[in-house]
């Protein structure tokens, strides 16, 4: 499939050139509506690289049994959250999808069969992040899903395969958090900026360094990170989007982290950009 009619989106990007990828700590819902140092990093993000043809991204908020990716031509604004402000369910996104770059990547992916999906959306891991960065709406957005049932590794090598997209101009982005326990919230925390247990800052540092140096074993193999990981990945869904930015860099593209902060206590913002 020839991907040149999805390019009328701004400027183009030269077939030689790479589009980065994007790790995004997507936080709380509650992002998708407000404005504060996390949004305008998105929204930095969105004026600062190239205008791309289309987007996926690999969202926490979708596992499932197997791959699929959404094949619609226009997927639904999912509210995945119960407790939130009316105004937050109130939030359309009304991005278009793009059943032709569905049938592509299915294609692209030689690992294992991939689900052409038409029932899933847009689930909050996404739209609370692309509609700061692309607020128009314009562009076409597509979610790959992640299968829950394999290691990190699996899905490290799988972003491989999906590496010809960054040459047509495809912004692929994982959604999660890097460090995500949501039982070990310290809610009266929620107005102190910044705040991390001990435990949660040294994995931190220690995942910031790893990443920068471009040493991805240790993060595939997070169980052995130490006595921390255990907190701070008590369940793989939000870490396991990291795997697919890891996976989709090159040995020549460098690491740059932002949104590098914990809240709460026990998760944290970090974001990875691959590439310029």
């Given at each position: 499939m020839n991907l040149k009619h999805l390019r009328n989106f701004g400027s183009a990007l030269p077939y030689s050139d790479l589009m980065p990828a994007l790790f995004l700590g997507h936080g709380s819902p509650m992002n998708g509506i407000e404005n504060n140092l996390f949004t305008d990093e998105w929204k930095r993000l969105g004026e600062n690289i190239p205008m791309p043809s289309a987007v996926i991204v690999i969202s926490a908020h979708w596992l499932t049994k197997g791959t699929k990716i959404t094949a619609m031509e226009?997927?639904?604004t999912i509210h995945d959250f119960r407790g939130f402000p009316q105004e937050l369910f109130d939030v359309k996104y009304p991005a278009p999808g793009s059943p032709d770059l569905a049938l592509e990547t299915s294609r692209l992916i030689k690992s294992t069969n991939v689900g052409l999906?038409?029932?899933?959306?847009?689930?909050?891991?996404t739209w609370?992040?692309?509609?700061?960065?692309?607020?128009?709406?314009?562009?076409?957005?597509?979610q790959l899903s992640i299968d829950y049932d394999k290691p990190a590794g699996y899905h490290y090598t799988l972003a491989n395969e999906l590496s010809s997209l960054r040459r047509k101009g495809v912004l692929i982005v994982g959604s999660g958090n890097l460090i995500h326990n949501l039982r070990m919230i310290a809610w009266d925390k929620a107005s102190e900026p910044e705040y991390g247990y001990d435990w949660a800052l040294e994995l931190k540092l220690k995942m910031?360094?790893?990443?920068?140096?471009?040493?991805?074993?240790?993060?595939?193999?997070?169980?052995?990170l130490g006595p921390g990981a255990r907190y701070a990945i008590?369940?793989?869904?939000?870490?396991?989007?990291l795997m697919y930015t890891l996976g989709?860099?090159?040995?020549?593209?460098h690491a740059s982290l932002f949104n590098d902060v914990a809240v709460m206590g026990s998760l944290t913002m970090t974001s990875v950009q691959i590439g310029e």
């Open positions: 226009s997927p639904q999906d038409h029932d899933w959306g847009l689930d909050h891991g609370t992040v692309v509609r700061h960065m692309y607020p128009n709406a314009n562009i076409p957005i597509l910031k360094d790893l990443i920068e140096d471009g040493n991805h074993k240790p993060l595939i193999e997070y169980e052995q008590p369940t793989p869904g939000h870490y396991f989007p989709l860099q090159t040995k020549t593209e």
